[in-house]
């Protein structure tokens, strides 16, 4: 019996020795906890942004795709441009989609369906309802009805700029969907992006990130980069040309007030409205000629795909596409260089046409189907997808049969 007993003790003194030593060769959880980090910008590359930290240290910050990024500022009236978005307050005559009131005051915003960015208009005040005479008589007699302005906060893309005029594009239920204004002669430019890569050393940076090595660090939330100067300071400043007379009633004359005149800039406008293709991809918007006097330099494609296509280092990884742009054939577009629509006109000059394109393509993170609002500069040989902020995204090089040119 006593055996017994001492076989049992020492059975249960052996598993608990057991248990013991397994705990001690299991592995432990090591959760790296978020820190909060910030520092000035020293350069920012595809991907990256290399910060001096507030202790005095370099490193690198990695931002992967998805990640929520906010660029705030100020920026020059020349940094306007066709395709980008504004967001401004305006009051506005519905009954003629007139804007009366020269605009002072604009902000620059990525569109968005969170924080306020979506593209639209909406009604912050209208003027209150005056009672109508009640006899056909009294009304005959009465003044003419004053022109009631509504003061609404809109959300609009630019699809032309001459001068001090705009003309935008919004989608609402209270005016026309494309109108004009007037621009005061030194409006301010607010600045509430989505642009990492708009960022100059020396910009603010502060983000949400897990340290990866000493020297390396990666976003996990959001990031907020402060511009320390205006967009296009340092830039040459030329002044705006004066427009003429303000448009008509309609608001849809040019600045000479001649109905139907149409302005010639060296983008296509955007039709105020598109129904994007399921299939990823729109038949582009009938292209118009370039401006006279500024005809493509002689280039042919071989120098053209050259100066777009990505050198080894420069390659993102990201897929070629297969769109159908004329609602008919396929058409290879293969991702363009690290290379702006600025950088392009300055070596070969303006595309022969440029097409607005809207809906929807393969372009987010594996594959995602993003909205795009793009323009296709047709070079002849060579046709190129610039973005929304002038940037050269995709480029295809058509078949000689193909070629109409």
């Known amino acids: ?104 005051k604009f902000t620059i915003i990525t569109p968005s369906k969170e924080d306020g960015r979506m593209l639209g208009v909406f009604l912050i005040s209208s003027p209150p309802a005056e009672g109508q005479p009640a006899d056909e008589a009294s009304r005959k007699k009465s003044p003419p009805p004053k022109a009631e302005l509504s003061t609404f906060d809109i959300r609009a893309r630019i699809l032309a700029i001459k001068g001090n005029w705009l003309t935008l594009s919004a989608p609402n239920e209270f005016f026309k969907a494309k109108f004009r204004l007037e621009m005061a002669d030194d409006p301010e430019i607010d600045v509430d992006v989505a642009d990492y890569t708009l960022a100059k050393p020396g910009d603010t940076l502060t983000a949400l990130a897990v340290q990866m090595n000493p020297q390396l660090f990666q976003a996990v939330k959001k990031i907020h980069i402060a511009l320390a100067k205006p967009l296009g300071e340092g830039k040459r400043r030329t002044p705006p040309k004066r427009g003429g007379r303000k448009p008509s009633p309609d608001n849809t004359n040019g600045p000479s007030g001649k109905a139907g005149s149409k302005e010639k800039t060296d983008k296509a406008d955007a039709p105020a409205t598109e129904k994007p293709k399921t299939d990823g991809s729109e038949p582009a918007k009938k292209g118009e000629p370039a401006e006279k006097g500024d005809t493509p330099k002689d280039a042919s494609a071989d120098e053209l795909a050259r100066f777009l296509k990505q050198k080894p280092d420069e390659s993102t990884g990201k897929p070629s596409l297969n769109l159908r742009l004329d609602g008919v054939n396929q058409e290879l577009f293969a991702p363009c260089a690290a290379k702006t629509a600025k950088n392009l006109k300055a070596k070969f000059g303006n595309p022969k046409k440029i097409a607005s394109l809207s809906g929807k393509l393969p372009i987010g993170k594996d594959n995602a189907q993003q909205d795009i609002q793009w323009q296709l500069w047709d070079y002849g040989t060579v046709r190129v997808l610039v973005d929304e902020v002038g940037d050269l995204r995709y480029f295809s090089i058509k078949k000689a049969k193909d070629d109409k040119e």
């Not at 906890?33 to 910060?51: E, L, Y």
């Not at 001096?52 to 795709?65: D, E, S, V, Y």
């Not at 020059?76 to 519905?94: E, P, S, Y």
């Open 1 to 104: 019996m006593l055996s017994r007993a001492l076989s049992i003790v020492c059975f249960v003194a052996a598993l608990t020795i057991a248990h013991r030593h397994c705990d001690a060769q299991a592995p432990r959880m090591i959760q790296v906890k978020p820190i909060q980090i910030s520092g000035s910008v020293v350069n920012v590359r595809p991907g990256a942004v290399m910060i001096k930290t507030t202790t005095g240290g370099m490193c690198a910050l990695r931002i992967p795709p998805r990640i929520e990024v906010r660029v705030t500022g100020k920026a020059r009236r020349d940094v306007l441009k066709t395709g980008l978005h504004v967001r401004f307050n305006a009051k506005v005559d519905k009954r003629r989609s007139l804007i009366p009131e020269k605009v002072s």
